[in-house]
């Protein structure tokens, strides 16, 4: 499942001593580790130049990110879906890096970036979102990129600055949203696991429909705690089977067809086990 421009196999990196690589690798895991802490703050109730939230991810060592506008929240859910992401981190460092200015001059700047975010295969992304309009009004913006690029590139990672053009694709975007509505978490119904094994054993290729019509279990019935069983009524906004591929293509052990909308026809492929 390819569903951010972080899941693109890391560009070249400058060719690094070993002393070098062993210490960016001891500085993201430092970076990535419990102990360390956001460098900038957005308390609640304060006024701010956007509109901040917080995004629920078991992806941050704290549970939750502060997104500091909509467009930071809406690249979570691409982060927060993608099985290669491991660690997400907020604003998670103060960085001292050379600006170039449009005069020529170099001078020493400051950057706190969005997020940083930890691979599976060990690759590390810092990232920045900014609204493409709002790009185009600062002159400086490719400069100052450029500028971001080389530092970030000397600790061994790849700088990225995002913009809705690339988040906000769509259908991508709706289906990872729906995606991530049917993440698990413990308050699931009872039987869901059964249902993930029944999907797991199925044969692939196959839809969304075909796996649906074939699990021994495929409805949710429920009833108020203060009713007899007798009540119990289809809950037919939600389908566990549905719920259940989404759920194993967050977690890369199945593929779904991002490319379209959602429906009966969506193509599931079963992942191979070395690439889950």
């Not at 509109?51 to 930071?72: A, D, Q, S």
């Not at 997020?115 to 185009?136: C, E, K, T, W």
């Not at 978490?185 to 429909?209: C, D, F, L, W």
Request: hydrophobic share 40%; aromatic share 6%.
């Amino acid at each position: 499942m390819k569903n951010s421009e972080t899941t693109a196999a890391l560009p070249q990196l400058p060719d690094l001593d070993l002393e070098t690589k062993l210490a960016n690798e001891a500085y993201w895991k430092e970076i990535f580790g419990p102990n360390n802490s956001p460098q900038k703050e957005i308390k609640p109730g304060s006024r701010y130049v956007t509109i901040p939230g917080w995004f629920p991810t078991l992806k941050c060592i704290r549970g939750e990110v502060r997104t500091r506008e909509p467009l930071m929240a809406d690249l979570m859910l691409h982060l927060d879906t993608d099985p290669a992401i491991r660690v997400i981190a907020e604003f998670p460092i103060k960085e001292a890096y050379i600006a170039h200015k449009a005069d020529g001059r170099k001078v020493v700047s400051e950057h706190i970036p969005d997020l940083a975010v930890l691979r599976s295969d060990g690759a590390v992304f810092v990232i920045d979102v900014m609204p493409y309009h709002v790009q185009l009004s600062f002159p400086s913006t490719d400069r100052k990129r450029a500028d971001l690029e080389r530092h970030y590139a000397t600790k061994g990672a790849k700088y990225l600055l995002l913009d809705e053009t690339t988040i906000r694709l769509e259908p991508l975007l709706s289906n990872l949203r729906m995606m991530w509505r049917h993440k698990q978490n413990k308050h699931e119904p009872k039987g869901m696991e059964q249902i993930r094994k029944a999907v797991r054993e199925a044969s692939y290729p196959s839809t969304i429909e075909t796996l649906v019509r074939s699990m021994p279990e495929n409805a949710i019935f429920a009833r108020w705690g203060d009713e007899p069983a007798s009540a119990a009524r289809h809950v037919t906004e939600c389908n566990p089977v549905f719920t259940a591929v989404m759920q194993l293509a967050a977690r890369g052990e199945v593929d779904v067809d991002l490319g379209k909308k959602f429906s009966g026809n969506t193509t599931v492929t079963r992942k191979e086990t070395a690439n889950a």
